[in-house]
């Protein structure tokens, strides 16, 4: 273990059902490895479900939900994709403004694979440079955003991966990412 991070809180932010498992369980490694403490926010309390594509698979007990929580409290968020987790979250303003106020205060944030269409709710991409899982690069360029067929991208303190493919280089980036701030 490392102590790049020791010392600093991540929000990981997903809705009750949907999230990609290891879109979830890959960063939230990396974070404690790094040396730090990754908490799960979500919609209501409990347990979130997550999934293996559109499969059941392990549940997580959520640690605050969005409605009890501060983006000020956080020195990063992730956002884990799956593709109803992200539509969920959207649909949530309380979700969106935790999200949005992570933008408004300068801190890094790490979205893979569907997780920018919580995003283009937040309206944080216009003028940005990301990628994502194919399917939303028209939402995303119709937000303003120019898309990329590309690993990792990072732009400023936004990091986007397009895949579960990409989480060997998308964790190592976010851990350097969020160590720097």
Known sequence: MSDELRGKTIAFAVANEGIEQVELTEPWRAIEQAGGTP???????????????LEKADTFEVDATFADSDASDYDALVLPGGVANPDRLRMDDTAVGFIRAFFDAGKPVAAICHAPWTLVEADVVRGRTLTSWPSLQTDLRNAGASWVDEEVVVDGSLITSRKPDDLPAFNVTLVKTFAAS
């Not at 908490?39 to 594509?53: D, F, M, P, T, Y």
């Open 39 to 53: 908490k799960l926010i979500s919609l209501e309390s409990g347990k979130v479900q997550a999934a293996n594509h």
